[in-house]
């Protein structure tokens, strides 16, 4: 059985996989990236980022899948590629875009956030719970937020070729998306690059929405995991078995 190392999104921290490690049955870890949570202070770079989930790896036993969303999984993407042999298998949520508009309005708001981070984590802690309410909600906010890391983030996201990462890992690659996720624009273009990638789609859920029902999205992670063991057919679509 494999274990699982979680890795949150921008600006937000572990806390956010607490509801979805609760539901399940495998050893699992969830890490801080480099600016959030218990490494605040610290700054963020890809190699920072990647070195530290290797670090989760190697205390897990050496080989792990990999789960991230939104800069999760793009972090997730430059650690399979980085270190192919510790990655066992990769499930990238919510990080299929690589548009430059969407870039540059997220470099903008990263900045702005900066300027006042104080203000911005309250602004950021009201929304995140009006659109997650109840534990999902609670979980998110529970380890902090850091908005003076989001410039930092948002440059290093951009300065990484994701594609071309997702085309040099060898291991088996699943691609998540919210039905409703804008950051599914380029799903197509990142299944293509993958060796061995399949992409699955959540009906009716945005881009943070997917953590709205811990249960049902650590049910579909753990399968994912057990596929990463089971030859499938390469750059296929797939959708949720019914429940």
Not at 131 to 160: F, K, N, R, T
Not at 167 to 178: S, T
Not at 195 to 211: E, F, K, S, T
Request: with cysteine.
């Amino acid at each position: 059985m494999q274990p699982i190392v979680f890795i949150h999104g921008i600006r937000v921290s572990a806390t956010m996989w607490d509801p979805v490690i609760a539901h399940l049955d495998r050893p699992a870890k969830a890490i801080d990236l480099p600016g959030h949570g218990t490494r605040a202070g610290e700054p963020f770079s890809m190699d920072a980022a990647t070195s530290a989930v290797a670090e989760a790896i190697d205390s897990l036993g050496g080989s792990a899948v990999v789960v991230g969303l939104s800069l999760g999984g793009y972090v997730g993407i430059a650690t399979a590629e980085r270190f192919p042999d510790r990655v066992a298998g990769l499930v990238a949520m919510g990080c299929t875009s690589s548009s430059r508009a969407m870039l540059g309005a997220y470099r903008f708001v990263a900045r702005l956030a900066a300027r006042n981070p104080s203000r911005a984590n309250r602004i950021s802690e009201y929304g995140l719970r009006r659109l997650l309410p109840g534990p999902a909600g609670a979980a998110i906010v529970a380890g902090g937020l850091w908005c003076e890391a989001m410039p930092q983030v948002v440059d290093a996201v951009a300065e990484h070729d994701q594609l071309a990462a997702l085309a040099a890992y060898p291991g088996r690659v699943w691609l998540v998306n919210g039905a409703r996720d804008p950051f599914r624009a380029d799903e197509r273009a990142f299944l293509r690059a993958c060796r061995n990638g399949r992409l699955i789609l959540i009906p009716g859920r945005g881009h943070l929405g997917v953590l709205a029902a811990p249960g049902p999205l650590a049910r579909l992670i753990d399968d994912l995991c057990s596929c990463f063991q089971v030859e499938r057919p390469a750059n296929a679509v797939a959708t949720p078995r019914p429940r």
